[in-house]
């Protein structure tokens, strides 16, 4: 089982950049595949990117290619996202997730574990 806990949300100008990061507890942190997902207020929570367990396949939702990095530090037991470009509709509660599964999962029901989420706000 793992912990995950998130941070480096907060408050930016469109166009500006945060950089999100989910560190995790145990000593098995390599063995998880892990994503980020966003729920903003009335929507279904959205899948963001995901990074495997090695960090050599990574997958992002269409709307954040070229502007989201997500990378993962099996060293720290930390995964980031990096987030360039910021636009409004950026704007969501951002969760961190993962799953030891060997597949390629990009559904919030293919992940076991869950962060308690952080806040990005962009305006306008």
């Known amino acids: 089982q793992v912990q995950l806990v998130e941070s480096g949300g907060g408050f930016v100008q469109a166009g500006g950049s945060l950089r999100l990061s989910c560190a995790a507890s145990g000593r098995t942190f390599s063995s998880y595949a892990m994503g980020w997902f966003r729920q903003a207020p009335g929507k279904a929570r959205e899948f963001v990117a995901a990074i495997s367990q090695s960090g050599g396949i990574i997958y992002y939702v269409d709307s954040v290619k070229g502007r989201f990095t997500i990378s993962k530090d099996n060293a720290k037991n930390t995964v980031y996202l990096q987030m360039n470009n910021l636009k409004p509709e950026d704007t969501a509660v951002y969760y961190c997730?993962?799953?030891?599964?060997?597949?390629?999962?990009?559904?919030?029901?293919?992940?076991?574990?869950w962060g308690q989420g952080t806040q990005v706000t962009v305006s306008s």
């Open positions: 997730a993962a799953h030891r599964r060997v597949v390629k999962a990009t559904t919030a029901d293919s992940f076991a574990y």
